[in-house]
C-alpha cells in the first residue's frame, strides 16, 4: 500500500534560518506527490506539488523535488518568517487514494 | 468564491446518537474525500467520490457512511457514533486526476462523549 513517512516535530527555528523537513515515500506506480500547510484553526491548504520523477516543485520561498531513485520529496526554505509558522504536511496521490505524513509542527521565532 | 464548505463546524453529542456532517463545493468538482486528523497520524482518509453515485473506501471506512447523490454535496454519516470517533474531520474536493490538488473545508471538531 500507500504510505509517507515525514520528520517528526515539532521544529523551531530562528527567522532567517534555513528549514527543511524530510518526507520519504511508499508507492506503487507514479504517485503525486504534494505539501500542504495547515495554520491555526483553518484547513490544509497546497503549498506545492510535484507529479513526475525530477520535477521541482515551488511556492513563497519553498522548494521541493521529486526524487524517485530515494522515494523523497523533501520540503526546503532559504529564510523562514515568523508568518511561515504552521504545521506542515506531505502528501501523496496514486489511483485516487490519498495518503498523508503525521504532520511537522514549525515555530519561527522573531 | 471558491470553497469547501462544511457544517456543523463543532458538535458534541452522545454514543449512538446519529449525525450527519454536511459538505459542499462549488467549483463543480468530480472528486471528494472525507478526512480525519488525529494527533501523530496526520490525516486518514476515510471515504472517496470520483463522481456522482460512484463512492469506495479510503483508509478507516468502519463506523462511517457517505452518499454522493448530487455533484457539490458529500455528507459523511455517522449512524452509531462512538468515542473512539472523536475527531477532526475535513471535507475535500478537486478536479478529476490523482495530479489534481485537494482544496479543503475548514473543519469539524466531533466530540462523541
Known amino acids: 500500500g500507500n504510505s509517507v513517512t515525514q520528520m517528526e516535530g515539532p521544529v523551531t527555528l530562528s527567522e532567517e534560518a534555513f528549514l527543511t523537513i524530510n518526507c520519504t515515500y511508499t508507492a506503487t506506480g507514479y504517485p503525486s506527490l504534494f505539501w500542504y500547510v495547515q495554520y491555526p484553526g483553518e484547513g490544509l491548504q497546497l503549498l506545492l506539488k510535484a507529479t513526475k520523477a525530477d520535477d521541482k516543485g515551488s511556492n513563497k520561498g519553498f522548494e521541493a523535488t521529486y526524487r524517485k531513485e530515494t522515494t523523497s520529496f523533501h520540503l526546503e526554505k532559504g529564510s523562514v518568517q515568523v508568518s511561515d509558522s504552521a504545521v506542515y504536511f506531505c502528501?501523496?496521490?496514486?489511483?485516487?487514494?490519498?495518503?498523508f505524513g503525521a504532520g511537522t509542527t514549525v515555530t519561527v521565532r522573531a | 468564491e471558491a470553497q469547501v464548505t462544511q457544517n456543523p463546524r463543532y458538535l458534541i453529542t452522545v454514543t449512538g446518537k446519529k449525525l450527519t456532517v454536511t459538505c459542499s463545493q462549488n467549483?463543480?468538482?468530480?472528486?471528494m474525500s472525507w478526512y480525519r486528523q488525529d494527533p501523530g497520524l496526520g490525516l486518514r482518509q476515510i471515504y472517496y467520490?470520483?463522481?456522482?453515485?460512484?463512492?469506495d473506501k479510503g483508509d478507516v471506512p468502519e463506523g462511517y457512511k457517505v452518499s454522493r447523490k448530487e455533484k457539490r454535496n458529500f455528507p459523511l454519516i455517522l449512524e452509531s457514533p462512538s468515542p473512539n470517533q472523536t475527531s477532526l474531520y475535513f471535507c475535500?474536493?478537486?478536479?478529476?486526476?490523482?495530479?489534481?490538488?485537494?482544496?479543503f473545508g475548514d473543519g469539524t471538531r466531533l466530540s462523541i462523549l
Open positions: 467549483m463543480n468538482h468530480e472528486y
Open positions: 502528501a501523496l496521490s496514486n489511483d485516487y487514494k490519498l495518503s
Open positions: 467520490s470520483m463522481n456522482v453515485e460512484v463512492t
Open positions: 475535500a474536493s478537486s478536479l478529476a486526476g490523482s495530479n489534481q490538488p485537494q482544496h
